[in-house]
């Protein structure tokens, strides 16, 4: 199954870049500045055309930098620390993150996938740099949790995190609207109304069991009848359900570009899966690919020109799924530092 690796062959793991001492004095740490701004978001809108070479699909909106930078003033605003990497006076990297007092249970920074860049040839490099001086500030004030976010397309940065000790936990996704291939429909497919409310939060509870379990224990949201009540009644929001004889055994909650995720997603003609899960002995028998060709046809007729889907990397089993039919954008990594060593400081 596995192809044997050659033992003259290089290793198959991307080694660390090594810089040498004058490639190393060519960039330059210094806090992000106001004036930084404007130039920031044009190394951003500059990588995301690259992503766009990849994944035509992304919406064009951000490719025009008042659409990126708002979102940096509000970051700096708020006081967040950042910092450039710059090299003969010309800004070459940025790095800046949310700090949050908490999340998930630890003091946290975010920096999302319009707060951070680096010129791609040199990403390695200038992403190491800048995080070594900004995680000294970050470590001092306790903020033991690292989240980042990065374009799919900045492998080298991916790895040059990998390397600093960030791991995998998420991963935005898109596809077009294109008809899913599917074997046929095995079971009956509806849109969920009121009568369905208990049959959906008996689904959705199965659905935070298993994200609980291994390997991803992960809490994910509760959602109350109300909540999933306004859901059902809000024209622009879907549950569709696939009952076998009868039973309610999957489910899919679709509705406009979620918020909360990537924003390079964020779009009026993007519609966005919240929620998806096929019973445990119901799995393998093409119930959500059934139900993912009624949302992509749904959404192709209510004029949608792509779809989106956010997923937890170690979920395997919702990886495998969403991996078929959707192509990566965005990357989310995340590094947690020992927190024996904020309490020695
Ligand atoms: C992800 C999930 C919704 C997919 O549902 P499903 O109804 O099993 O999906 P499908 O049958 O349409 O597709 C699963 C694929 O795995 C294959 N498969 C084969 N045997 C399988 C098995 N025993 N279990 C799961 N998948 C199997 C299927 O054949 C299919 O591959 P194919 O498209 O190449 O034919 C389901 O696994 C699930 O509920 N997982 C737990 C919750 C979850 O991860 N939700 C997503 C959160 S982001």
Redesign the pocket.
């Known amino acids: 199954m596995w192809t044997a690796v050659k033992s003259s062959q290089k290793s198959l793991y991307d080694p660390p870049f090594n810089p040498t001492r004058q490639e190393l004095s060519m960039v330059q740490i210094n806090p992000i500045q106001k004036h930084h701004l404007e130039d920031a978001a044009a190394l951003v809108v500059h990588r995301y055309k690259k992503l766009c070479l990849v994944e035509p699909l992304l919406p064009d909106r951000y490719k025009h930098i008042s659409n990126i930078l708002p979102h940096l003033q509000s970051m700096y605003n708020a006081g967040s620390p950042g910092v450039v990497a710059t090299h003969n006076g010309k800004l070459v990297g940025f790095f800046m993150s949310w700090m949050m007092e908490e999340f998930r249970g630890k003091k946290s920074t975010y920096s999302p996938e319009w707060a951070n860049a680096a010129k791609l040839e040199d990403s390695k490099l200038i992403y190491q740099e800048m995080y070594q001086t900004l995680a000294a500030k970050w470590v001092a004030e306790g903020y033991i949790a690292h989240y980042i976010t990065l374009f799919a397309n900045d492998s080298a940065a991916i790895t040059a995190c990998h390397w600093l000790g960030y791991g995998m936990f998420s991963i935005d996704a898109i596809r077009g609207m294109q008809p899913v291939p599917?074997?046929g429909t095995p079971v009956d497919i509806r849109l969920a109304n009121s009568k369905n409310l208990k049959d959906i939060v008996a689904l959705n509870q199965g659905?935070r069991d298993?994200?609980l379990g291994s390997p991803s224990f992960f809490i994910a949201d509760e959602l109350l009848e109300s909540y999933l009540q306004d859901w059902i009644d809000d024209p622009q929001k879907d549950i569709w359900l696939a009952y076998s004889e009868d039973e309610p055994v999957?489910f899919f909650r679709i509705g406009p570009a979620n918020q909360d995720v990537s924003l390079i997603i964020i779009d009026e003609k993007t519609t966005s899966i919240y929620?998806?899960?096929?019973k445990e002995t119901?799995?393998?028998?093409?119930?959500?690919?059934?139900l993912l060709a009624k949302t992509i046809e749904i959404g192709q007729s209510n004029g949608y020109q792509r779809c989106a889907?956010d997923?937890?990397s170690m979920?395997t089993?919702?990886s495998?799924?969403?991996l078929?039919h959707f192509n990566p954008v965005c990357y989310s990594l995340v590094r947690y530092i020992d927190d024996r060593v904020v309490v020695k400081k």
């Not at 929620?275 to 096929?278: M, W």
């Not at 119901?282 to 059934?290: D, F, L, P």
């Open positions: 599917h074997k659905l298993y994200m999957a929620g998806a899960f096929t119901k799995r393998g028998k093409h119930i959500a690919a059934s889907v997923f937890e979920n089993l919702g495998r799924f969403w078929r």
